[in-house]
């Protein structure tokens, strides 16, 4: 299937603007302008804005704490990101939930979870909840391949696959579960040969490129809301940065970092679209609005005021208690 130029023209603006939003946090942190705590996902943006444009709006999503480019693909303000990574009120949940727990219902960012393999078994209620309203909606998972050595994933697995569940689980493969070479954790060597043992298509991509993301996405997609059941899409990539900032990456060969950062996935978008034929002018723009987009976003959450302790039992109980503290 080949994409519209306007499709790919929004992946190649999520991408930079994802890429942008990691650069800016890296940059700030190291410079002392501010200070947060954040898992870089750097190198994985294609995965993300692929998911971006194949997801519809009321489609839900279920991420983890590396998910900075998952929230921006699915549409959370830039406002509300950083927010959360740097307690300020303009947080999606108001500063109060930092970095590894942002969520943007509206969005139908349903969860972002600290806790690996975390997020499968919710996903699963999701997308049972789904099934059983009649609605025409997929939930897709999104995690490392750490993840895929869990209990909760294989009880999620088993569990969305014997039920013709309408979810799809994406595997961001970067070769690294935190800080453990793949290889050294599990004996397959593609993790999408996991899926056989569900009962479930395992299918496995190139994580770098978008285009091949969005394919597997849409068959899947389809696939789900059509009753068939759930997927498992690996997208093979890589962390162009530590587990967490400030991680010198002792364990990963140098000569393996610099061959994954010769194929950064956002200069090879952008070439393939030159060869399309969109100008330098045209691509110049979009890289210089996500740097405008992001500069301002960063602006107005560092203007923003700290939660005040009148937030401290507020989203806590569903009738909140009121009591001095």
């Keep these: 299937m080949t994409e519209s130029q306007e499709t790919q023209r929004r992946i190649y603006e999520l991408m930079v603007l994802m890429k942008a939003a990691d650069d800016r946090l890296s940059k700030g942190i190291g410079t002392g302008e501010f ?34 480019h998952d929230l921006i693909g699915k549409g959370v303000p830039l406002e509300e990101i950083y927010g959360e990574m740097m307690g300020r009120t303009t947080g999606a949940s108001r500063g109060k939930g930092g970095t590894m727990h942002i969520a943007k219902p509206e969005q139908g960012v349903m969860l972002s979870t600290g806790i690996v393999g975390a997020g499968p078994p919710v996903a699963v209620g999701l997308a049972l909840s789904a099934k059983r309203k009649g609605l025409d909606r997929v ?36 070769l690294y579960a935190e800080m453990t070479p793949t290889s050294d954790t599990m004996k397959l060597e593609h993790v999408a040969d996991r899926a056989a043992g569900y009962g479930m298509p395992g299918v496995r991509v190139d994580g770098n490129d978008p285009l091949a993301v969005k394919a597997a996405l849409d068959e899947a997609l389809q696939r789900a809301r059509s009753g068939a059941g759930p997927t498992f899409i690996e997208c093979v990539t890589f962390r162009f940065r530590g587990h967490y900032f400030g991680d010198r990456m002792p364990y990963i060969p140098s000569e393996q970092l610099a061959a994954a950062m010769a194929a950064d996935p956002v200069p090879r978008f952008r070439e393939h679209l030159a060869a399309a034929g969109v100008g330098p002018d045209e691509l110049d723009r979009v890289d210089n609005e996500a740097l405008a987009a992001v500069e301002s976003a960063l602006q107005t959450v560092m203007s923003a005021d700290a939660p005040s302790i009148d937030e401290l039992d507020q989203d806590v109980y569903a009738a909140p208690l009121k009591h001095p503290v």
């Design 35 to 68: 200070m947060c705590v954040y898992w870089p996902s750097r190198g994985q943006e294609a995965i993300a804005a692929a998911m971006g444009v194949a997801l519809r709006p009321d489609d839900q999503l279920v991420t983890t704490y590396r998910g900075l």
């Design 139 to 174: 939930t897709v998972v999104s995690f490392g391949d750490g993840a895929t050595n869990t209990g909760s994933f294989h009880e999620a697995a088993n569990m969305a696959a014997l039920w013709d569940l309408p979810i799809v689980f994406v595997c961001q493969n970067n």
